[in-house]
């Protein structure tokens, strides 16, 4: 039986937020985190936007610096 993943938190709409507020496509976004040395793919970006994959810190501390926002932003209003 496959075991559906319970997302913890939905940030993803918080990041996807963020993102538009800094007017940055998702490929934008990933070429200044691969630039970073974090690796990651559209695929993969587009899952934790969409809370279908959750996020590493290495990568919440990335999108924070280059949303020039604090990591605990992507908590607000969190149910």
Same mark, same amino acid.
């Given at each position: 039986?496959?075991?559906?993943?319970r !997302?913890?938190? +939905?940030?993803?709409? &918080?990041?996807?937020?963020?993102?538009?507020?800094?007017?940055?496509?998702? *490929?934008q /976004?990933?070429?200044?985190? &691969? #630039? !970073?040395? %974090?690796? %990651? +793919?559209? +695929? +993969?970006y587009?899952? %934790?936007?969409? &809370?279908?994959? &959750?996020?590493? /810190?290495?990568?919440l /501390?990335a #999108?924070?610096? %280059?949303?020039?926002?604090? /990591?605990? *932003?992507?908590?607000?209003? #969190?149910?």
């Amino acid at each position: 039986m496959m075991q559906k993943i319970r !997302m913890d938190m +939905s940030i993803g709409s &918080n990041i996807q937020k963020m993102r538009y507020q800094c007017k940055l496509t998702q *490929d934008q /976004v990933i070429a200044k985190m &691969n #630039l !970073m040395d %974090i690796p %990651i +793919s559209k +695929s +993969s970006y587009a899952k %934790i936007e969409t &809370n279908r994959m &959750n996020i590493k /810190v290495s990568e919440l /501390v990335a #999108l924070a610096e %280059i949303f020039h926002c604090e /990591v605990g *932003d992507f908590f607000k209003d #969190l149910k």
